[in-house]
């Protein structure tokens, strides 16, 4: 069976002896004619190792990620068997010098979790995607699975060790022409091997980014520490680095499962190095400003006040050595059409043909002019 340019699909619906063991169900598969769950693999290989003398730049790309053949799973098949399945199907496409297959799943049955030095695996399925972790994380791909879905297995970089021991076995020995009786001896580059803190530091690290890759699909982070109120706090490098030096010295209270007590690693969910809080702390400050002041002295003058609500003129008194008003006055209050005939002397015809019209008062005369029949 062939597919997608592949010479041959790979059937891994077999018994595997894994890390811990194998189960093969000894019942067909619900998809694909019973072969089980088509699988398509590719790896994302390292950047090929450098030999003694090489260089290269600190920014060059990884490779392009390596297809490989289908393979198919029973839908029933535990953890372990099918990661070396997955492994099993990429063998030889990476630029690692070893094999991948050195992992372990470790944990109760049921709750195992992934523990590999060599390789990180993560899969994709009509939009949805995730990393495999745990058997949780093996579950939850199951059941989001149509029968068909894609697997990117991507190498991690030797160990610092494995550069060390390498280029211990390849220092020369002294031989005749390179002795201290006054021969000019051959420079070798001298290797300084890790200490055993750093080494176990990065392994802390790796623990910690595994652990807590964040698959809640609201959140925007890729690595986040929940914290006791349900709030995820994003876990950045200085974060890690600070966890596994304090799991490193043996702190207090202090392991896989609980943060250094820091303020980096604030309980209310909140840094002072998050950029989020200190904008909306600034946000926060500038919208004080802008407030208006309710406590401030506010003076009213109620004179006249009578006057204006009888309709009458008010009398202001003058003062002559005041300054002059602004050129534009401010309105005065709308007499009633009753009142404002009262204060002329207008008759009842007058004020009647001003009803019949429509003329509230004399502020609305304005609108009307004498025209000829």
């Known amino acids: 069976m062939s597919s997608e340019g592949f010479s041959d699909d790979l059937n891994f619906n077999q018994t595997f002896t894994g890390s811990q063991g194998s189960f093969e169900p000894d019942y067909a598969s619900q998809y694909n004619k019973g072969q089980g769950i088509r699988y398509t693999p590719s790896i994302q290989p390292i950047l090929p190792l450098l030999k003694p003398g090489e260089t290269r ?35 030889g496409k990476g630029n690692l010098p070893y094999c991948l297959d050195g992992f372990k799943v470790v ?22 995607q995730g990393v495999l972790t745990n058997e949780a994380t093996y579950n939850n791909m199951l059941s989001q699975n149509k029968g ?36 000019t001896k051959k420079h070798c580059k001298v290797v300084h091997e890790e200490l055993e803190e750093e080494t176990l530091k990065k392994e802390f690290i ?18 986040c520490f929940v914290m006791p109120t349900g709030s995820h706090l994003l ?28 303020p980096l690693f604030d309980h209310n969910g909140q840094s002072h190095d998050d950029i989020a809080l200190l ?12 407030t208006p002041n309710t406590n401030a002295n506010i003076t009213v003058n ?24 602004p050129s534009k006055s401010a309105l005065q209050p709308k007499l009633s059409l009753d ?35």
């Not at 404002?340 to 003329?359: E, Q, S, V």
């Open 279 to 290: 904008a909306r702390h600034r946000r926060n400050l500038s919208n004080l400003e802008n």
């Open 148 to 183: 068909d879905i894609k697997l990117t297995i991507e190498e991690l970089d030797p160990p610092q060790s494995y550069f060390g021991s390498i280029a211990q076995a390849q220092v020369p020995d002294e031989g005749p022409g390179n002795d201290s009786g006054g021969h």
């Open 206 to 223: 790796k623990k910690i980014d595994l652990k807590y890759r964040c698959e809640d699909t609201k959140c925007s982070s890729p690595t």
């Open 107 to 128: 944990g109760p049955e049921g709750s195992g979790e992934l523990r590999s030095n060599t390789f990180t695996i993560s899969w994709s399925v009509r939009g949805k």
């Open 302 to 325: 109620l004179a006249g006040i009578g006057e204006l609500i009888d309709g009458r003129p008010v009398l202001q008194n003058i003062d002559h050595n005041a300054p002059a008003p």
């Open 339 to 373: 009142v404002f005939c009262d204060c002329y002397n207008l008759n009842a015809t007058i004020l009647d043909k001003l009803h019949a019209t429509d003329i509230t008062g004399p502020h609305s005369l304005r609108f009307f002019f004498r025209t000829k029949s």
């Open 57 to 91: 730049r600190t920014n060059a790309r990884k490779p392009k990620p390596v297809l490989s053949a289908v393979f198919y799973c029973h839908e029933d098949l535990d953890f372990g068997s099918f990661l070396e399945a997955a492994v099993q199907s990429v063998d």
């Open 235 to 262: 876990l950045t490098p200085m974060h890690v680095c600070t966890w596994a030096a304090a799991m490193v010295a043996h702190k207090e209270n202090v392991d896989i499962e609980h943060p250094p007590a820091t």
